[in-house]
């Protein structure tokens, strides 16, 4: 519109010879088009604001969908994407890949004597201590409860007990006390069974041979570490 009114402003003032009235056309039309241009540039701000907040959104949901609230190590959800990945990937490269299932000994005697906040607190600290793993390509996740899965990417099955070890020795001889109250927990230990990917299908397959191990450390005595058979 404002392209038409300026051809025909320009074809009125080759026509007359009192150009002040199609001048003051022109300046007030021009003057409507700034104005309409303003607001349209406020408003595409707005809306890249309002995008950019909706992307954050999305991002932070995303995120949420895939994390363990408590924790804020990835859930079940995650490492079921992640196992799979990387399971095809190892398959594909013919490179070792092992996991492992920690699970917190006595857990149950813990929030029985302590209450669940106090549980919350210990599952928190094993989960960082999990995560300090000495290893490349560590992918942690709290599997439920009090249970955790470490992904070892390029990590053959014994190097990945002494590494889950190492964390286990460190965890079992700390005397634990509260931040908030000074309250004294004693000592925490956990268990865990490692599972390599030789004669493995699937990432269940895996998951099904670490969780034996774990069994069988459990029925060892607890806090150890036991290599699927």
């Known amino acids: 519109e404002y392209g ?11 026509r007359t010879d009192a150009p002040g009235a199609v001048v003051e056309r022109l300046v007030a039309a021009t003057r ?5 241009a303003r607001s349209a540039e406020d408003e595409l701000a707005r809306m890249g604001s309002e995008i950019e907040a909706l992307r954050h959104k999305l991002e932070e949901t995303a995120r949420n969908a895939n994390s363990d609230p408590l924790t804020g190590l990835p859930n079940r959800r995650a490492l079921d994407a992640r196992l ?5 990937a190892a398959r594909a490269a013919r490179k070792p890949f092992s996991i492992a299932i920690c699970d ?4 149950k005697r813990v929030n029985d004597s302590y209450g669940h906040d106090v549980g919350d607190e210990v599952i928190k600290f094993v989960a960082q201590a999990l995560s300090k793993v000495g290893t490349d390509n560590l992918f942690v996740a709290r599997y439920g409860g009090e249970e955790f899965v470490v992904v070892l990417e390029g990590v053959e099955p014994a190097h990945a007990v002494a590494a889950i070890d190492e964390v286990r020795k460190d965890v079992s001889v700390r005397r634990l006390k509260l ?3 000074g309250q004294e927990l004693g000592k925490v230990s956990f268990s865990g069974g490692v599972a390599g990917i030789a004669g493995k299908r699937d990432p269940s397959a895996m998951l099904k041979a670490a969780d034996q191990a774990l069994y069988r450390a459990k029925e060892a005595g607890r806090n150890r570490i036991d290599l699927e058979e």
């Open 4 to 14: 038409d009114e300026l051809a025909e402003g320009g074809r009125a003032l080759e």
């Open 32 to 36: 409507a088009m700034t104005e309409r």
């Open 84 to 88: 799979k990945s990387a399971f095809e």
């Open 104 to 107: 917190i000994d006595h857990f």
């Open 179 to 181: 931040k908030s109250t």
